[in-house]
Nanobody, 125 residues
Framework: QVQLVESGGGLVQAGGSLRLACAAS????????MGWFRQAPGKEREFVAV????????DYADSVKGRFTISRDNAKTTVYLQMNSLNPEDTAVYYC??????????????????WGQGTQVTVSS
């Protein structure tokens, strides 16, 4: 069992930055893939970024590559998403997710076993 809690969302002007955090807890989460997804109004939930706790595998969606950075603090069992150069198209509810090891298709929402409650990010013009 894994519990995920996101934080750090809010309102920011275009061009600004936010850092989201996902605190993970549970008995068997340490070998899981940790991903970030987002869902804008009227759209499907989409992949943003993913990492392992070791940092050996990192991937980003093309839409955020070069602007967003996923990182982790193993001691705090927390995964971060640093978001720079935000634009209104980044407005969405951002979700943290965890996938059991041995999985593939890490950009698919169906791969993930656990989800946080989401945190709202709103970027104004």
């Amino acid at each position: 069992q894994v519990q995920l809690v996101e934080s750090g969302g809010g309102l920011v002007q275009a061009g600004g930055s936010l850092r989201l955090a996902c605190a993970a807890s549970g008995r068997t989460f340490n070998n899981y893939y940790m991903g970030w997804f987002r869902q804008a109004p009227g759209k499907e939930r989409e992949f943003v970024a993913v990492t392992t706790w070791s940092g050996s595998s990192i991937d980003y969606a093309d839409s955020v590559k070069g602007r967003f950075t996923i990182s982790r603090d193993n001691a705090k069992t927390t995964v971060y998403l640093q978001m720079n150069s935000l634009n209104p198209e980044d407005t969405a509810v951002y979700y943290c997710a965890a996938s059991r090891p041995g999985r593939w298709e890490l950009r698919s929402i169906n791969t993930y076993d656990y989800w946080g409650q989401g945190t709202q990010v709103t970027v104004s013009s």
